[in-house]
């Protein structure tokens, strides 16, 4: 029998011995002749951690998701000899799943869109196919939301269960280049004079992307996830995700039992104190007296987006206002700041956090064109009455009208 078949370290060593080979150019038909034995038992499992120990040696992003490619299409016979995992329709996952099945059917909608224009004969009809692809790929931003509930409700539940979890910003890396593209094609294909090559190009990377993912989910996170994450926590991910939304889908309508579970996985270390014990506890600021319920209301009625991390670099807190710039969820708190950030953004966090640290620098704006939308958004460090660093505060706030403001205003309208 294979020393392969039963030793799990050993083979997942093979594994990432090949991945790392490939990446850096060694032959691909002579790697898988001296790592055939290890490549025929894989298992899902086994290609997460060895993403985690890729990650994990500093190579860049680029580089590592080129390879990761390159890899599994080596493993992806062997990866589809292990069954999908069967899933209740309201299972966090079984949604997910069923988002999918949705994509899918639209992306296949496209498809003969793609051949028509093509070979179209009359510019009429190649202006209304380009147009009509134009209306589905606008329909896609829908599929943000699945995007989004994974980054900030999946991805943190998965961090805290399975300590080899690097692989999620891999993926987080996928949907930003999903994001990229699709946002690229939407503005090659509302050109005057489009480019035909390019949005083939466009179409077929998008494509691509999206099968990607929905692979990989499928076949390789979502199986070790369901193994990993212990299953009370599912109905609290999906809890969380009515307020971001879903895909394509009409809203679950979850079970009485479902809804009245609260997380208790997020809460920091010592401090199990239901919030809800203080609510009219009378709280002394120096410059005044409030009761906890009235500085929640306060903190969310600002005209601002509010999170805080502390001295650790993790989430402490955030205010909920009624219209948010930014995604967040409960599912944050306690996470690593570096982990709430795209992996090629996490060097502009680190850079400003030793600033912060060391006493270079107390704060630092950066303002983004978002939706049509002027966002400013401020960071200031937080520091006690000896100048001791206590972590920061980032401060999110939408300027589009009051750079219009000119003037004076007065009296009430």
């Not at 499992?45 to 040696?57: P, S």
């Amino acid at each position: 029998m294979s020393e392969f078949i039963n030793n799990n370290a050993a083979r997942i060593d093979s594994l990432f011995q090949f991945c790392l080979d490939l990446i850096n150019g060694k032959n691909g038909k002579e790697l898988i002749s001296i790592h055939q034995e290890a490549i025929d038992h894989l298992c899902p499992n086994d290609i997460i951690q060895v993403v985690h120990r890729l990650v994990e040696e500093d190579l860049s992003m680029e580089d590592l998701k080129i390879g990761i490619n390159k890899s599994l299409n080596v493993f992806h016979n062997v990866i589809l000899d292990h069954e999908k995992p069967e899933l209740e329709l309201n299972h966090f996952l079984g949604i997910l799943m069923r988002e999918n099945r949705e994509l899918e059917k639209r992306l296949g909608e496209i498809k003969p869109l793609v051949k028509s224009f093509n070979k179209a004969q009359t510019e009429e009809q190649l202006k209304n196919d380009l147009q009509e692809i134009y209306v589905r790929i606008e329909e896609f931003e829908e599929f943000e939301k699945h995007y989004s509930r994974k980054e900030n409700i999946f991805f943190p539940y998965f961090e805290n269960q399975y300590p080899e979890y690097k692989c999620l910003g891999v993926m987080w890396s996928i949907h930003d280049d999903i994001r990229r593209i699709r946002k690229e094609l939407l503005q090659v294909l509302g050109a005057d004079l489009p480019d035909l090559n390019l949005i083939n190009k466009l179409i077929g990377d998008l494509f691509f992307l999206m099968y990607t993912i929905i692979f990989r989910e499928e076949h390789l996170l979502f199986p070790v996830a369901m193994n990993a994450v212990s299953s009370d926590l599912w109905d609290e991910m999906n809890q969380q995700s009515v307020e971001l939304g879903f895909s394509f889908i009409d809203t679950p309508v979850f079970s009485q039992e479902q809804k009245s579970k609260e997380s208790k996985l997020f809460v920091l270390e010592g401090e199990e104190l239901d919030a809800r014990q203080l609510g009219n506890t009378l709280l002394n600021f120096d410059t005044g007296l409030m009761t906890l319920d009235q500085v929640m209301m306060l903190l969310n009625h600002l005209p601002v987006d509010i999170t805080m991390i502390d001295e650790n670099d993790r989430v402490r807190f955030f205010s909920n206002p009624k219209d948010r710039f930014f995604t967040r969820s409960k599912a944050i708190i306690g996470r690593t700041v570096q982990n709430c950030h795209p992996p090629e953004s996490v060097h502009v966090v680190d850079e400003l956090l030793k600033a912060f640290k060391s006493g270079a620098k107390d704060s630092e704006p950066f303002w983004i064109q978002m939706q049509g939308r002027f966002i400013l958004i401020q960071y200031f460090a937080l520091r006690d009455e000896e100048g001791n660093y206590k972590g920061c505060i980032e401060v999110s706030q939408d300027l589009t009208d009051l750079k219009k403001l000119e003037g004076e205003k007065r009296l009430m309208e």
